[in-house]
């Protein structure tokens, strides 16, 4: 896992799977998660930054839109609500990523994060229709 510590980002592209970002600033960065390990993301201030998907986690958004309105609706509306509600924040180790445990204790999802201070999220524009 590559470690970003009180690291700037400045209008640049960040590759988030499989890094962490602790106590960094993003401005004008493009945040692109493409389905690989769950970044950890910890004390981060984020700057009119975007967010995208690509890879994995872009066909499993196409996925659920296409489930979504071929009729699926209430399932993937239970799926979101299921997380928000933060079912599917812990998963199951694998036992070539960790070692070896000898309790049951729960493993928290390298997804959980403190939630970042935004402080400026750019608006869209209205579209004439």
Same mark, same amino acid.
């Given at each position: 896992?590559?470690?970003? $510590?009180?690291? /700037?980002? /400045?209008?640049?592209? %960040? $590759?988030? !799977? ?13 945040? %692109?998660?493409?389905?690989?390990? =769950?970044?950890? @993301?910890? +004390?981060? &201030?984020? !700057? /009119? ?19 979504? +309105? ?5 399932? @993937? $509306? ?8 933060? &079912?599917?924040?812990? %998963? ?9 445990? /000898?309790?049951?204790?729960?493993? !928290? &999802?390298?997804?959980?994060?403190? @939630? =970042?201070? @935004?402080?400026? %999220? ?8």
């Amino acid at each position: 896992m590559t470690v970003h $510590e009180g690291q /700037d980002f /400045d209008n640049a592209r %960040v $590759e988030l !799977d499989g890094a962490a970002f602790r106590n960094c600033r993003f401005s004008g960065c493009e945040m %692109v998660y493409s389905g690989g390990h =769950p970044p950890e @993301i910890s +004390g981060c &201030h984020f !700057d /009119d930054c975007t967010w995208s998907f690509g890879g994995s986690a872009a066909l499993t958004l196409g996925f659920l839109s296409a489930m979504h +309105g071929g009729g699926f609706a209430p399932l @993937i $509306e239970n799926t979101f609500e299921l997380a928000r509600q933060g &079912h599917f924040l812990t %998963v199951p180790e694998t036992p070539a990523e960790s070692p070896r445990r /000898d309790d049951d204790a729960k493993v !928290d &999802h390298p997804l959980m994060f403190r @939630i =970042p201070r @935004i402080l400026r %999220v750019p608006r869209k524009p209205p579209t004439d229709s």
